[in-house]
T-cell receptor, first 115, second 114 residues
């Protein structure tokens, strides 16, 4: 079956632009996570949704970052007024059960480059 | 805050030898410890996981051990093969709470030498 998909795969933004990154989780998966992965680093937790509820957003680095999952399926990570330090791969992962203690299925990521 | 330390950052082993990667965690409430493998340019994929109610788990050439008292866990790969070359990430999380985040280590780049 289809895995987690993300779009766009690559995004180049000028500093100050707003961007929106999309995640399509595996159908029926309850949990959805967003991570930021800088080059040569591990994924850093950004936020977690259980269905449409955003239960944890403690990893969002600033109020320029906003995520939503209004119908408990597709999620969008929005970054306003992008800065160079926002350049990274943004990974989305989903899991069939609630919580972070089960296998997460990762998408291919969106590589964001802010120039 | 919660932290997961992973060592070494780079590891080179001869093909056929064993590789060991070690992680420590800070949150004593953590009870789920997965290991992910990420090949260059690809997405992380789960290779093995362990829960806090067991001390060891094995799957063919891969094994993970957990010491809850010392708050450390390790990945062991035996009879390494070229396809084992990748970046490996350990992680820790706690279940049963609304804030079920998972904290990843910084990764170990494993090189299998021919």
């Amino acid at each position: 079956g289809a895995g987690v998909s993300q779009s766009p795969r690559y995004k180049v933004a000028k500093r100050g632009q707003d961007v929106a990154l999309r995640c399509d989780p595996i159908s029926g998966h309850v949990s959805l996570f967003w991570y930021q992965q800088a080059l040569g680093q591990g994924p850093e937790f950004l936020t977690y949704f259980q269905n449409e509820a955003q239960l944890d957003k403690s990893g969002l680095p600033s109020d320029r970052f906003f995520a939503e999952r209004p119908e408990g399926s597709v999620s969008t990570l929005k970054i306003q007024r992008t800065q160079q330090e926002d350049s990274a791969v943004y990974l989305c992962a989903s899991s069939p059960l609630a919580g972070g203690s089960f296998e997460q299925y990762f998408g291919p990521g969106t590589r964001l480059t802010v120039t | 805050g919660e932290n997961v330390e992973q060592h070494p950052s780079t590891l080179s082993v001869q093909e056929g030898d064993s590789a060991v990667i070690k992680c420590t965690y800070s949150d004593s409430a953590s009870n789920y410890f997965p290991w992910y493998k990420q090949e260059l340019g690809k997405r992380p994929q789960l290779i093995i996981d362990i829960r806090s109610n067991v001390g060891e788990k094995k799957d063919q050439r891969i094994a993970v051990t957990l010491n809850k008292t010392a708050k450390h866990f390790s990945l062991h790969i035996t009879e390494t093969q070229p396809e084992d070359s990748a970046v490996y990430f350990c992680a820790a999380s706690r279940s049963g709470n609304r804030d079920d985040k998972i904290i990843f280590g910084k990764g170990t780049r494993l090189h299998i030498l021919p």
